[in-house]
């Protein structure tokens, strides 16, 4: 295992880093200092979005200005909060979604991320069915219009937005059905969901066997990777609180071990310290940390 190491940008533009986001450069600037090989876009103002960027040569001076702090890119994480898949027409999301792959393409991004928008929520079952069989149709056209440009769509699943138990996880990936559509593995999230199940709605759905059982349930499907520890607790009672790593409840030596079959061939790995006010000095510290553990594992 040999990854390279990005930071996901989001994590100094919300939470504690709302009412003053650092600039785009400064991030850059911290993260080729910090050790990264990479960052991963969050695609809110004021970093990059097709609106900041419109044209393709604004994007090939983004694209260079990135390299030139030896940096690449492992993905980028754009807004859909106006048009929720599994609710909105799929022109609507599809309109959205292309302007998009032409931001990723232009800048060479080969990975996007999406999530379902809508919040958990409990639903009679004729519901449950349309709205996740209009999420699976979406995210399929979806897929094609991404595979057409080279761009692969990553699902991150998390206790924050509809659909967040490791069945529906499964089904949902299955009921998509296409090779350009992956899922997002986040192991803060992932514990949450499937350890503390945090957020379900109905029957809880727990798996025995931690964030590596549930791993292992989506190996097939995996396509993008991001670390974080969990203690075990919601940030503001909606999402995976991104603790510090060492200082929650994953066993990352243990967890690369038994999975390194599925992470080890992800170019790329992302470490996330959203909604996190020590971000910087913790990100500093990440670098050395996991490649620590990827030591460990070997080892092992």
Same mark, same amino acid.
């Given at each position: 295992?040999?990854?390279?190491?990005?930071?996901?940008?989001?994590?100094?533009?919300?939470?504690?880093?709302?009412a003053?986001?650092?600039?785009?450069?400064?991030?850059?600037?911290?993260?080729?200092?910090?050790g990264?090989?990479?960052?991963? %876009?969050?695609?809110?103002?004021?970093? /990059?979005?097709?609106?900041?960027? /419109?044209?393709?040569?604004?994007?090939?001076? =983004?694209?260079?200005?990135?390299?030139?702090?030896?940096?690449?890119?492992?993905?980028?994480?754009?807004?859909?909060?106006?048009?929720?898949?599994? =609710?909105?027409?799929?022109?609507?999301?599809?309109?959205? =979604?292309?302007?998009?792959?032409?931001?990723?393409?232009?800048?060479?991004?080969?990975?996007?991320?999406?999530?379902?928008?809508?919040?958990?929520?409990?639903?009679?079952?004729?519901?449950y069915?349309?709205?996740?069989?209009?999420?699976?149709?979406?995210?399929?056209?979806?897929?094609?219009?991404?595979?057409?440009?080279?761009?692969?769509?990553?699902?991150?699943?998390?206790?924050?937005f509809w659909?967040?138990?490791?069945?529906?996880?499964?089904?949902?990936v299955?009921?998509?059905?296409?090779?350009?559509?992956?899922? =997002?593995?986040?192991?803060?999230?992932?514990?949450?969901?499937?350890?503390?199940g945090?957020?379900?709605?109905g029957?809880?759905?727990?798996?025995?066997?931690?964030?590596?059982?549930?791993?292992d349930?989506?190996?097939?499907?995996?396509?993008?990777?991001?670390?974080?520890?969990?203690?075990?607790?919601?940030?503001?009672d909606?999402?995976?609180?991104?603790?510090?790593?060492?200082?929650?409840?994953?066993?990352? /030596?243990?967890?690369?071990a038994?999975?390194?079959?599925?992470?080890?061939?992800?170019?790329?790995?992302?470490?996330?310290?959203?909604?996190?006010?020590?971000?910087?000095?913790?990100?500093?510290?990440?670098?050395?940390? %996991?490649?620590?553990a990827i030591?460990?594992?070997?080892?092992?």
């Open positions: 295992m040999n990854p390279k190491l990005s930071i996901g940008s989001w994590a100094f533009a919300f939470g504690p880093f709302a003053a986001p650092w600039p785009f450069e400064r991030v850059l600037e911290y993260a080729a200092q910090a990264y090989d990479g960052v991963e %876009i969050n695609g809110f103002a004021p970093h /990059p979005t097709p609106d900041s960027h /419109p044209s393709a040569a604004s994007r090939r001076e =983004l694209r260079e200005r990135i390299r030139a702090h030896g940096l690449g890119i492992s993905g980028y994480a754009p807004d859909f909060a106006k048009v929720p898949p599994d =609710l909105c027409p799929q022109r609507d999301y599809l309109a959205q =979604l292309q302007a998009y792959l032409d931001f990723c393409v232009d800048l060479e991004i080969g990975t996007i991320r999406v999530d379902t928008v809508s919040p958990p929520a409990e639903l009679a079952a004729t519901e069915e349309a709205r996740f069989a209009r999420l699976a149709d979406t995210w399929r056209a979806s897929a094609e219009l991404a595979a057409a440009r080279g761009v692969r769509i990553v699902w991150e699943f998390e206790p924050g659909l967040n138990k490791p069945g529906e996880v499964k089904r949902l299955e009921a998509v059905g296409h090779p350009a559509f992956r899922v =997002l593995f986040d192991t803060s999230h992932a514990y949450m969901s499937g350890v503390a945090a957020r379900q709605t029957e809880r759905e727990t798996l025995p066997g931690g964030i590596i059982e549930y791993a349930l989506l190996r097939d499907t995996i396509g993008h990777f991001h670390l974080i520890d969990s203690d075990g607790t919601l940030h503001d909606e999402t995976s609180t991104h603790a510090e790593f060492g200082a929650g409840r994953i066993d990352f /030596p243990a967890f690369l038994a999975m390194e079959p599925v992470v080890a061939p992800l170019e790329w790995w992302c470490v996330d310290y959203c909604f996190n006010a020590q971000a910087e000095e913790w990100g500093r510290r990440a670098v050395p940390f %996991i490649r620590r030591g460990e594992a070997k080892r092992r």
